[in-house]
């Protein structure tokens, strides 16, 4: 893509006006990492915006993360340039839903991945993302545990803490999508390459990789590898920034289908028109707010 120099340029003399800063996750495309203060998966995003000492967060990801930023720093504004990017596993449980369910499973405790609408994890003891559901679940004193809304990433944990699970029936399209097959493929082209895997993939596809590992995970894995292969099973977009700070390894898509368009829609101009107008802005309403607030904080803490 042709980038215009002098757009670069706006958005850096905006950002100073409106005293922002820019957060990327690092599934964005090319063009939002270049214009980052931080980039980096959802942990560290979420922890940067709850420190950040900036007046405005411009979150370049989805809108469960602006969410999570508004929850976490009520002071701030919050602007989600790409205002239509959601997470659709994010929507596959309500808090109608889930009220239901926890009904039902008195003294379940309720592990809620950060993929969620704030409303869900105002209804939830605890949230927890992909970098760190294994210690989430594990210093909880339940053994009981209703996951949600990620079965596949329910179903690891389960797998690592030995604990009793109910898992909600949710699930990341993208890597819902990749499959054993793609996986084997792959490892025919390449049999010396070594595979890495998002834990929202299903479990046979994590039984096939030699690392599970969130983005910021996979980031750090690969920073002393130089000169190999590497089969990446996550959101194709991830190769971006894994190719730039490893450029002697072989990335390797283990599916090229699996992009998440809705990671895929923030666009440099969207960035500079939600600075300029301050549009986009997510807020989420204080009375859920302060509920969703002792989930994510409860997480944070946890170091
Ligand atoms: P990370 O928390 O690993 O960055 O993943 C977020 C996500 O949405 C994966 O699909
Ligand atoms: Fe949601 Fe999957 Fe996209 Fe992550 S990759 S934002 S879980 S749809």
Known sequence: MVCDDSVFQR???LKKKRDAVIL???YQPGEIHQIADFVGDSLELARLAAKTPAEVIVFCGVH???ETASILSPDKKVLLPAVNAGCPMADMVTPEALADLKQELPGYAVVTYVN???AVKALSDICCTSANAVRVVSSLESNNILFVPDRNLGKYVQSKTGKNFRLWPGY???HDGITPAHILE???SYPQAKVIAHPECRMEVLELADEVLSTGGMVKYC???TGVDIIVATDAGMLYRLKKENPSVNFIPASIKATCKDMQMTRLLDVEHSLQEMSG???VPEAVRLQAYRAVERMVELG
Do not use: G, L, Q, W
């Open 281 to 283: 802005e997510v807020k």
């Open 172 to 174: 990341c399209p993208v």
């Open 11 to 13: 958005i850096k003399k």
């Open 116 to 118: 969620s609408t704030a």
């Open 186 to 188: 792959c490892k025919n």
């Open 24 to 26: 990327v996750h690092n």
């Open 64 to 66: 469960f993360m602006a």
């Open 223 to 225: 920073r002393d590898k």
